[in-house]
């Protein structure tokens, strides 16, 4: 049955992202460039609060209902439907399908949102550093989302990062820690979660944003560089680094029902916060 955009949003009745067959998780994370394996990833991660982002995307949903009514492309448009044909065994395949099942919707949206104020390009370079896609207010990118391929995500080794900061816990506590495990990083993001985080650190310091989303079909992960000050020039931002730790959301496939409203809001906010 056709489902249009507007309902491929809400967590009920449930609209998951489909189950395209795969070759499955060997795949490993390796750094790209200079800039990644230069940068330094945060020591631990703090878990976003629940919920967070996939409320701010049903408030962004209710802004646009309330400014454009029930005639809209959410509501004209619809989410395309399963292509049999569809087989991940590339990051290029989880970018193309990912297109039109995942941001096609997230995207409409934003451009109703912003009275089309928004946009959005593939591989753009910011300081000779290239996210998959980045998005624009004007000339200021204020998020970007990087895609990979089936497998390199592994949502256990980013939940395993994520620490909680108490008076007996404290921020320097956790550092003091992560510099000293095993981990050449010194930090508590490990196996392909280091290089991952290395290059969303990256994206983050050279776009001057706080928000950068890694999806691979497997996983959605949010990741806001709350320590960063998005305000500062880049060159200071590549001293400063990103941070001891940033806040992040792990939605696995299971939840992938989620993943359009949270990256909605996700982006939302991004467009907001972003000086």
């Given amino acids: 049955m056709a489902v249009n955009l507007a309902s ?39 878990a976003s609060v629940a919920l967070y982002w996939q409320q701010c995307g049903d408030a962004t949903l209710i802004h646009i209902t309330a400014n454009r009514g029930n005639n809209n492309a959410l509501t004209t448009e619809f989410l395309s439907e399963v292509e049999p044909a569809m087989y991940h065994g590339s990051e290029g395949d989880v970018v193309r399908s990912s297109a039109i099942h995942l941001l096609h919707p997230v995207n409409q949206a934003l451009s109703l949102w912003t009275n089309n104020g928004v946009f959005c390009q593939s591989e753009a370079t910011a300081n000779g550093i290239r996210g998959d896609i980045t998005y ?33 816990t404290t921020e320097a506590t956790l550092v003091s820690q992560a510099i000293s495990r095993a981990n050449p990083e010194n930090t508590f993001f490990d196996g ?83 000086p």
Avoid at 136 to 155: D, H, L, N, S, W
Avoid at 241 to 260: A, K, L, W
């Fill in 136 to 168: 624009y207010r004007g000339t200021r990118a204020f998020a970007v989302v990087e895609f990979k391929k089936r497998g390199v995500i592994k949502p256990a080794e980013f939940t395993a990062a994520i620490k909680t900061i108490t008076a007996a």
């Fill in 8 to 46: 491929s949003f809400p967590v009920a009745p449930p609209r998951p992202l489909p189950n395209y067959p795969t070759t499955g998780g060997l795949a490993t994370a390796s750094a790209s460039g200079a800039s990644t394996i230069n940068t330094e990833p945060p020591k631990f991660a703090v």
């Fill in 192 to 274: 392909d979660s280091t290089i991952l985080m290395k290059q969303a650190s990256s994206y983050a310091i050279n776009h001057r944003t706080r928000y950068v989303a890694l999806f691979n079909w497997d996983a959605l992960i949010l990741c806001n560089f709350s320590r960063l000050n998005p305000a500062k020039s880049q060159q200071t931002l590549v001293i400063d680094g990103i941070g001891n730790y940033c806040d992040i959301e792990v939605i696995p496939f299971t939840q992938s029902h989620r993943m359009r409203i949270s990256l909605l809001g996700f982006l939302a906010e991004a467009y907001n916060n972003t």
